[in-house]
């Protein structure tokens, strides 16, 4: 019965020590993507969205608190400007400029450095080779990529408020770039 008793406790602090491993492990993937983010001011990069099974790419600028401008490749000339809750959609080969609210957009979480630090910090952490993913059950899902050996923001997949399943992947251009003033302006509608 002593042996038994041994082997069970032996078990049992095994399971404990993997446990704290783990949750350490996970902790630091946290704070490692918490400094990198603190540290940003803006981002400049390429991009890659799914929308419903209808890929577009493009360019974007990205300045903390909330903006974002973003050139898409493609015959219509799309450009997207948000600016602290208000979102234009221009296609400038028809000249036509569209506004939209954004103010319960699941995308908010993303321009504004204070929701996504809560993102990772509160999320559920998923590690593979490539990527840390961070799943954020709060009035929608999100999750959000960053890469596991940079810990670079990678992209993010969100349902906005349409439903539409958005698959946003980045590719990293330049960090904490300084914008020409009036880069974010929303266009006036026409």
Not at 60 to 67: I, N, R, S, V, Y
């Amino acid at each position: 019965i002593m042996l038994e008793n041994v082997k069970f406790f032996k078990k049992i602090f095994f399971i404990s020590v993997f446990i704290l491993l783990s949750a350490n492990l996970a902790a630091n993937e946290k704070n490692r993507i918490v400094t990198q983010l603190k540290s940003l001011s803006s981002l400049e990069f390429k991009f890659e969205q799914l929308i419903n099974e209808k890929t577009e790419k493009g360019n974007c600028l990205l300045e903390f608190p909330g903006k974002l401008k973003c050139d898409y490749y493609g015959d219509k000339e799309k450009e997207l400007v948000i600016n602290n809750k208000k979102l234009a959609i221009t296609q400038k080969r028809y000249n036509k400029t569209y506004h939209y609210p954004i103010s319960r957009s699941p995308f908010l979480n993303i321009l504004y450095k204070d929701k996504l630090l809560e993102i990772v910090q509160s999320g559920k952490l998923v590690i593979s080779e490539q990527f840390i993913k961070l799943i954020y059950l709060g009035d929608n899902k999100i999750t959000v990529l960053f890469d596991s050996k940079t810990f670079d923001l990678k992209g993010w997949q969100i349902f906005d408020q349409y439903n539409n399943n958005i698959n946003f992947s980045l590719s990293i251009i330049a960090k904490n770039g300084v914008f020409e003033k009036g880069t974010f302006k929303i266009p006036k509608i026409n």
